[in-house]
C-alpha cells in the first residue's frame, strides 16, 4: 500500500490512537507474539531511545498477533501503545506475513540465542514472563516496518526477511528526517506492490 487508510487503534492502555496523525509520523510495527524473547530485545532499544524517537517527531505504535489481556502481562511498562490483533486483520491488510525462514534464516540464530539468553535472565530476576506455551498466531512471524506521514503516505516500509530483521532506531530517525523519499520495502520493493505470498500467515 501507498497510502493507510483511516484507524482508530485500540492500545492495551491508554486512549485509542489515530493511524495516520496528523500531527506526527507513525512508525508502525508489527512484531510477533506477547513475551516473543526477539521482540523483547528489539523493543529494550527502542525504550532506550524513546525521547530521540518522539523528538524526532515519530510516535511508535507497535502491534502483536496475542490477545489485549496476554499482552498486558508483557508490555504495561512499555512508553508507546501497543495494540492487540489476535485475529490478525492488520497483518493481513498490511501484507505482513509468517514463514519458516522466521527462525530458520541463519542470519536470526545469533539474536535468537541471545535473546532466549537474555530474556531467561530477565525471567529469573522477575522483570519479564515467559510467553504463554501455546501461540494461537504462531512462532514463525516476520517483523514489518511502516513510517506513515500525517497524510496517510507510507514514507518508507520494511517486510522482514526473518526474526530479527526490522529497522534499527539509527535507521528509523535517519528516515524520518528524509521524508520525501520513495516508500521501499524490503529487497527493494516498493511498499504495497503485489509479491507472492504462499506462506501461511
Given amino acids: 500500500m501507498s497510502v493507510v487508510t483511516a484507524h482508530s487503534l485500540t492500545p492495551v492502555s491508554g486512549p485509542p490512537v489515530a493511524v495516520p496523525d496528523p ?4 512508525h508502525l510495527q508489527f512484531r510477533r507474539f506477547a513475551g516473543c524473547p526477539v521482540c523483547n530485545l528489539h523493543l529494550r532499544s527502542v525504550v532506550r531511545r524513546h525521547e530521540e524517537i518522539e523528538a524526532a517527531g515519530v510516535r511508535e505504535v507497535v502491534v502483536f498477533h496475542s490477545s489485549a489481556e496476554e499482552l498486558l502481562e508483557h508490555t504495561a511498562a512499555l512508553p508507546f501503545a501497543v495494540v492487540a490483533d489476535p485475529d490478525k486483520r492488520l497483518y493481513a491488510e498490511f501484507g505482513v506475513e509468517s514463514a519458516p525462514r522466521a527462525l530458520l534464516d541463519p542470519r536470526a540464530w545469533g539474536p535468537v540465542l541471545w535473546a532466549v539468553l537474555r530474556g531467561g535472565w530477565e525471567v529469573a530476576r522477575g522483570r519479564e514472563h515467559l510467553p504463554a506455551s ?3 498466531g504462531g512462532r514463525l512471524g516476520l517483523p514489518a516496518d511502516f513510517l ?12 522482514g526477511e526473518h526474526a530479527y530483521d526490522q529497522w534499527s532506531v539509527d535507521e528509523l530517525l535517519e528516515l524520518a528526517t528524509a521524508p520525501s523519499r520513495p516508500a521501499r520495502g524490503a529487497a527493494g520493493r516498493t511498499a504495497g506492490e503485489p509479491t507472492a505470498r504462499s506462506e501461511q500467515r
Fill in 148 to 159: 506513515i506521514a500525517g497524510d496517510g503516505r507510507v514514507i518508507a516500509a520494511k517486510y
Fill in 23 to 26: 500531527e506526527r509520523l507513525i
Fill in 134 to 136: 501455546k501461540q494461537p
